[in-house]
């Protein structure tokens, strides 16, 4: 009998001590057995060290994660780590962090070891945090546009559906190329944007729930360009339906599908309140675009699609909805200055089915509670042969154009651009703009403009060539600017490097300047 007694109070002594060193190493109490003092560190984005101490039996083993939980390769070049003091059974440990001039922000994992005990430090530190200069909302949409000196795309960067940078070898934007920007002239930029592509689940969320990541990375480039005092319009453009670069923009190629404007709806409204609402803090030097070019692809080479006037209505809805969207979200956004797209963009189609809210017919244009704060934008390519067509036809009709103006005609040439397409026509088409809405109080903006580079071949002058695309540049911003147009330059990395600011043809920036410094708006 004794002999049981005595076995079951070992065995209780045993529990017992099994027990309380249980306890003890969850609750870190017991030094003897292992011990992190210090294993969240929630660090600023400047440099800066800290410190932490491991209590062991011996000396632990203390390692940097290099690689993440699926063998990827994790940066941590910008920690270091440096072993300090040992004071009996503890173990001291130093580290510096580098500056993150990232605006996301980094982590990594320390993982420490003794015996079979484990413990992780996790590290992370802030990315650089986001500037948005207080300002007024005090001029309308006339008076802001004559405060728009020259603009300039930031042209196959952030609507590339692939990703920032996935349509150009120079990567994403830089705070240089922006400082750039400013020191060659621009003091407007628009950033073409995609957010469907950007989606949480893509197509398959209902709420069209877009990736703060990319809110916030697109939010920062503002936040330069309205730090060196540069207004920004933001728009929603070219964007994709699904993972392929191949599929249709899913507002500006479906303005013919009526069985589509529900879903439109539904996203346009939901892009535009969550846009609105995480950068409604910006001033009025932050202006929204609804679109892009409407209707566009669908009536290209197509003649008068747009006597369709429920397609015209159509478009009209889908702007409507992204104005109220946006006015819906308060604050700054009750009064910003938005910007409604042509009939694609088009300044023929827009000025001929797209009516003004001053007409007494029923008006295919949207309305704002908020008075005079709408601009209409269209882009001017024009004429197509000498702009854009970058490889002859078979027909005698769609062979490019090489030279451009008056004084740059090459001698014997087929190449030339007509008289009546070159001077004359922008010249009438900005006239023609002016007279539906400008001169009825609503500024235009030329969104897109601009004219290839082409390497021309043997029996050509390269150098003329060259001479009439800036001479282009150069007129189409002086009367665009004379007709209270904003001229917007269309850029894709030919002029100017996005990573570094490196502009590489000066002569392009300077025929801009140039067409900017003569051209006077209107008021």
């Known amino acids: 009998m004794k002999k049981v ?68 390769k994790v940066d941590v070049s910008w920690f270091t780590l440096t072993e300090g003091s040992v004071e009996g059974n503890v173990y001291n440990y130093s580290f510096e962090v580098s500056t993150n001039k990232k605006e996301d922000s980094r982590s990594l994992l320390i993982k420490v070891t003794q015996g079979t005990n484990m413990k992780e430090i996790s590290i992370t530190q802030a990315g650089e945090p986001l500037v948005v200069p207080a300002g007024e909302m005090a001029h309308n949409a006339k008076e802001l546009a004559s405060m728009m000196y020259a603009g300039i ?178 604050g700054n956004n009750a009064s910003r200055t938005i910007i409604v797209q042509g009939l694609g963009a088009d300044i023929s189609n827009t000025c001929n089915y797209m009516d003004n809210p001053d007409e007494t017919e029923v008006a295919t244009f949207p309305t704002d509670k908020v008075p005079d704060r709408l601009m209409v934008e269209v882009h001017f390519y024009e004429p197509y042969l000498f702009c854009l067509l970058d490889k002859d036809g078979n027909d005698a009709w769609s062979k490019c154009y090489y030279y451009w103006g008056k004084d740059n005609k090459l001698a014997g040439s087929n190449r030339n651009t ?65 007709n209270g147009c904003v001229p917007f330059y269309w850029e894709t990395g030919d002029v100017i490097d996005c990573t570094n600011g490196v502009v590489k043809k000066q002569y392009i920036f300077d025929a801009i300047m140039k067409g900017a410094s003569q051209g006077k708006y209107p008021w």
């Open 153 to 330: 795309n930031l042209g196959n960067l952030m609507e590339a559906p692939g990703g920032e940078g996935s349509w150009r070898n120079d990567g994403k934007i830089s705070e240089e190329y922006i400082k750039s920007l400013k020191n060659a002239g621009f003091n407007t930029v628009r950033i073409p944007c995609a957010w469907a592509a950007h989606f949480t689940h893509r197509s398959t969320d209902p709420a069209y729930t877009i990736d703060t990541n990319w809110l916030h990375r697109v939010k920062k480039v503002i936040s330069w360009c309205v730090q060196n005092d540069m207004y920004v319009i933001l728009n929603c453009h070219y964007d994709k339906d699904g993972d392929t670069e191949n599929d249709g923009g899913w507002l500006e190629d479906h303005i013919f599908d009526d069985l589509l404007e529900p879903s439109i709806i539904a996203r346009q409204k939901a892009i535009w309140t969550q846009v609105a609402s995480y950068m409604k803090d910006f001033d009025e030097h932050l202006l929204f675009a609804a679109c892009n070019e409407p209707g566009m692809n669908e009536t290209s080479g197509k003649s008068d699609m747009w006597k369709d006037k429920y397609a015209v209505e159509r478009v009209v809805r889908y702007e409507q909805t992204m104005i109220d969207a946006v006015r819906a979200t308060g």
């Open 418 to 482: 007509p008289d009546n397409y070159a001077e004359a026509w922008v010249d009438a088409q900005m006239a023609k703009i002016k007279a539906k809405f400008v001169d009825k109080g609503i500024p235009v903006i030329i969104g897109e403009y601009a004219a290839i580079f082409r390497t021309l071949g043997e029996g050509e002058d390269q150098e003329l060539h060259d001479k009439s695309v800036a001479y282009f540049d150069e007129y189409v911003t002086k009367v665009a600017k004379d």
């Open 5 to 72: 007694k005595l076995i079951f109070a070992t065995m209780l002594a045993l529990c017992f001590c099994f027990v309380m060193a249980a306890c003890s190493d969850d609750d870190n109490d017991v030094t003897e057995i292992f011990h992190v003092e210090g294993t969240e560190f929630a660090l600023s984005n400047e440099a800066t060290t800290g410190t932490f101490s491991v209590t062991a039996s011996s000396k632990p083993l203390v390692v940097v994660r290099d690689k993440d939980d699926a063998g990827k």
